[in-house]
């Protein structure tokens, strides 16, 4: 299986990792931390250091409770970094929701546009549309990001989620978008329970009958704090997530994969290489 994207065609073969690179001040693990070109840089060199198959920049927090920014913002935050780490010989993903953004982002080069909103902004299909060789990753949302945990999805969400992604792939096949452009992701805490969201771990395999790979974003979310019995989001300050959280997240990410993800997105790149390279020495590749 491939996923098709501006520069690179992705064997999925093996499982990838996407590294993630905030460049928002309010990001629920790591806000802040990165507002430097220079900064923002060093980290996406290391993260490719560390084992990064793909680079996913991101401009706009889209935590539980984030506010909306301008689009002038979100580029002034982007487009500095994103024209150096195209430089980087890997993958670069740019997460935004926006028209305007992803035309830029497409305009400059990039491979992917990953988008929570999964293209269903008015403008978005028509934008990524003129750019057929770019890659597409598709997220379920319940809500939106300001209310979505204070009014979350009910009953089995198994089903709702196949229901979504059969919806999108009717409509995109009616706009001609590829479909081996398209990666889906579950959308791990948009909208969804702790229960619901363990629920699409455990029950991960059904949603492969959607027919495009999947990928998970499991990294450092407030499910696996509750799991793990420890501090929640609320209890923590908006810029920071202990460390304490990297373990239950590289878990769940060779879980995911385990459960036939083929990218999992991760903030702790290097533990999660490591971690599924013994994984892949369990399962050797027939």
């Given amino acids: 299986m491939f996923w098709q994207t501006t520069r690179f065609r992705i064997d999925l073969t093996r499982p990838k990792v996407m590294g993630i ?20 840089l060093q980290h996406c060199e290391q993260l490719v250091r560390d084992g990064a198959d793909i680079l996913d920049l991101g401009a706009e927090s889209t935590r539980p409770g984030a506010q909306p920014v301008p689009v002038a913002d979100e580029l002034q935050r982007l487009l500095p970094v994103l ?53 597409l990753c598709l997220m379920h949302m319940h809500g939106e990001p300001e209310t979505m945990q204070s009014r ?16 999108i792939t009717q409509y995109l096949q009616g706009q001609s978008i590829d479909l081996e452009r398209i990666v889906a992701d579950p959308g791990v805490g948009f909208g969804k329970t702790p229960e619901q969201n363990f629920s699409l771990l455990s029950r991960q395999r059904e949603l492969l ?48 994969v385990e459960r036939g993800a083929s990218i999992v997105r991760v903030h702790d790149v290097m533990e999660s290489v490591k971690a599924l390279r013994v994984l892949a020495a369990v399962n050797p590749p027939n």
């Avoid at 690179?21 to 923002?40: E, I, K, M, Y």
């Fill in 152 to 167: 979350p999805m009910e009953g089995d969400v198994i089903p709702q989620l196949l229901q979504f992604w059969e919806h």
């Fill in 209 to 256: 009958v959607c027919g495009f790979p999947l990928l998970a974003g499991w990294s450092r979310k407030s499910s696996l704090a509750v799991a793990a019995g420890l501090p929640s989001v609320a209890a923590l300050p908006v810029n920071g997530v202990p460390h304490e959280r990297m373990v239950p997240s590289v878990v769940a990410a060779v879980l995911a």
């Fill in 83 to 135: 024209q150096e780490a195209l430089k980087l010989g890997v993958p670069i993903s740019v997460d935004t929701y926006k028209p305007d953004v992803m035309g830029a982002a497409l305009d400059l080069g990039a491979d992917i546009i990953n988008d929570v909103w999964a293209l269903r902004q008015p403008g978005a299909v028509e934008r990524v549309a003129a750019f057929p060789g770019s890659g």
């Fill in 21 to 40: 690179v905030n460049l928002t001040p309010d990001s629920f693990s790591d806000g802040g931390q990165h507002a430097s070109v220079r900064s923002a």
